[in-house]
């Protein structure tokens, strides 16, 4: 069974930071990617940030370039985001997905955690 948890979401004032954390767990030959979506109430889920897991390739969306910083941990099956200067538009669930395999040469599946709230309020 394959388990992604996030950790690090809360109540922070605008301008501020959070830290976010994904680890994956479970039985799975490896990992190809992690990335970090959100859902707004109200609004669709929309891609945040994207990271092969060699590190060498990241993408964001154009509403987290240049505060949002996206980073693995291979030791410890584990993505983070660093969220800087945040705004109240940053509110939302964060969900952690991975993508993962299950042999080598064999396809990759994607798994999503359940999810951590931010809000973003003064």
């Known amino acids: 069974q394959v388990q992604l948890v996030e950790s690090g979401g809360g109540l922070v004032q605008p301008g501020g930071s959070l830290r976010l954390s994904c680890a994956a767990s479970?039985?799975?030959?490896?990992?190809?990617?992690m990335g970090w979506y959100r859902q707004a109430p109200g609004k669709e889920r929309e891609f945040v940030a994207h990271?092969?897991?060699?590190?060498?390739?990241?993408r964001y969306a154009d509403s987290a370039k240049g505060r949002f910083t996206i980073s693995i941990d291979n030791a410890k099956n584990t993505v983070y985001l660093q969220m800087n200067s945040l705004k109240p538009e940053d509110t939302a669930v964060y969900y952690c997905?991975?993508?993962?395999?299950?042999?080598?040469?064999?396809?990759?599946?994607?798994?999503w955690g359940q999810g951590t709230q931010v809000t973003v309020s003064s």
């Open positions: 479970g039985r799975f030959f490896s990992i190809y990617s």
């Open positions: 990271i092969t897991w060699s590190g060498d390739t990241t």
């Open positions: 997905t991975g993508d993962l395999l299950f042999s080598s040469g064999g396809g990759h599946f994607r798994y």
